[in-house]
Structure formats: structure tokens, C-alpha cells
């Protein structure tokens, strides 16, 4: 376990790369270069972090940690839509203003998730399940969380692609509205005749049930799976 001198040390290295990164760019992110900044000699990189990918590696986790920190989780929203929104604007602003941060994020889309990108993705996880249980989801659980992350992903991407005086915020705003209109209908499906929105919504409170046993449960669960992919 690391020593709390280590500990301290680490951290210092992490902000001196992102003060780095963000002032100059990540070409300019050098172990010699964060060693300096750092007040250490570069062996001392290696051995915190292994080598520059360690440190790259570590600088991502710390932003999936920074923006863990920064939402807030209601487990109860008077409206579920308007709590996904916030959600989404969440995102793109802080990828908005970390910019050079957040495109090393992510930089590797098929390396492992780590530990506070899939604790955050748990959140968004909650918050497409509370569609669905009232039956405001239009799509798969899990299809619905990919093209949130990926709407908002794009949007600060592309946004940070543009020369500044061709960022238009009506784009940002087009873009989560058509996330919108993809994920969600516009009344609850549960009001409407068919199956399918109500097994949805049976769908996300599975979770909350205790009276199947988990077989009986597996079993509800690829019935209601055939009925909201229509397979």
C-alpha cells in the first residue's frame, strides 16, 4: 500500500500533467517535462507510474474521478426527463472546460473501463432504469445509454473541433434534444395499448423485487427482453 509521502507525491505529479496538458498540449507532456514541473527527478515518474502511458493512463482516471465528484445523484426526480437532461448538460460542460482533459479521456475508446467511468455510467444506468420504470423509455436500456454517452461524447468533441467563431450553442442544444427524441416518447408508454412499454417499465424494477428466486428471475427477465426488441 503506498506510503502517504507517496501519496501526496502522486498527486502533485497528477495536477503538474494536467496544468501541462492543459497549457500546452499533450505533445508537450513529457516525463522529463512533468518531472520538472513536478520538482522531481524523472526516475521518480517511473517508478509512481510505470512509464508515459501509466501516467496518461492515471491523468484519465482522475478526470472520470473529477467529474464522478461533480454530479449530484437524486434517487427520486419529480421528473425523470428533465433529471436526464441534467445529466447530459453535465457532461458537456465539463468536457467544454477541460477540454484538453477531457479528449485524453477519451483518447482510447478500447482500453478497460475504469473504476469511476463505470461508477458513472452506473448513475446514467439509474437514470435511463427510472424512464423506463415509468414508462418514458422508447429503446433498450442498454441502447439508450449508448446513444446518451455518445450524443454527449460528440457534441464536446465536435464542438472543440470548430474554430471558436463558428461555435454555434444551438448545436449543443439540437443535439440533446435529438437525444431526447430518440430515447424517450412523448407520453408514457404505459398509457398507450400494446405490451411493450409495460415491460419495460416491469423490466427496470425487476431490481427492486425479492419475491422470485434469481432462476424465476432470469427467466422474467428474457421474456420481457423478447417483448421490448420484438424478437
Not at 482516471?61 to 465528484?69: D, I, K, Q, V
Not at 454555434?168 to 398507450?192: C, G, I, K, Y
Amino acid at each position: 500500500m503506498p506510503s502517504r509521502d507517496q501519496e501526496q507525491t502522486r498527486r502533485r505529479v497528477i495536477e503538474a500533467t494536467i496544468e501541462l496538458l492543459t497549457r500546452e498540449g499533450r505533445d508537450a507532456v513529457t516525463t522529463r517535462a512533468v518531472a520538472l514541473a513536478a520538482g522531481l527527478q524523472p526516475p521518480a515518474i517511473y517508478r509512481l507510474f510505470g512509464d508515459k502511458d501509466g501516467l496518461l493512463d492515471a491523468i484519465a482516471e482522475h478526470g472520470f474521478a473529477t467529474f464522478l465528484a461533480s454530479k449530484s445523484l437524486d434517487l427520486d426526480p419529480r421528473d425523470p426527463i428533465e433529471d436526464l437532461k441534467a445529466g447530459w448538460d453535465l457532461a458537456v460542460e465539463f468536457g467544454l472546460a477541460n477540454p484538453a482533459l477531457y479528449v485524453l479521456m477519451y483518447a482510447d475508446p478500447t482500453k478497460p473501463a475504469s473504476a469511476a467511468f463505470t461508477a458513472g455510467m452506473e448513475i446514467l444506468m439509474g437514470r435511463i432504469r427510472r424512464l423506463a420504470a415509468a414508462g418514458w423509455l422508447r429503446v433498450d436500456e442498454e441502447l439508450a445509454a449508448a446513444i446518451i454517452h455518445a450524443t454527449a461524447r460528440g457534441a464536446v468533441l465536435t464542438w472543440l473541433s470548430l474554430p471558436e467563431d463558428r461555435r454555434d450553442p444551438a448545436l449543443l442544444t439540437t443535439l440533446r434534444e435529438s437525444m431526447l427524441t430518440a430515447v424517450t416518447n412523448h407520453e408514457p408508454a404505459t398509457q398507450e395499448a400494446g405490451p411493450i412499454g409495460a415491460a419495460r417499465a416491469l423490466r427496470a424494477a425487476l431490481p427492486e423485487q425479492t419475491a422470485l428466486s434469481d432462476g424465476e428471475q432470469h427467466l422474467l427477465e428474457e421474456w420481457l427482453d423478447r417483448l421490448t426488441l420484438g424478437r
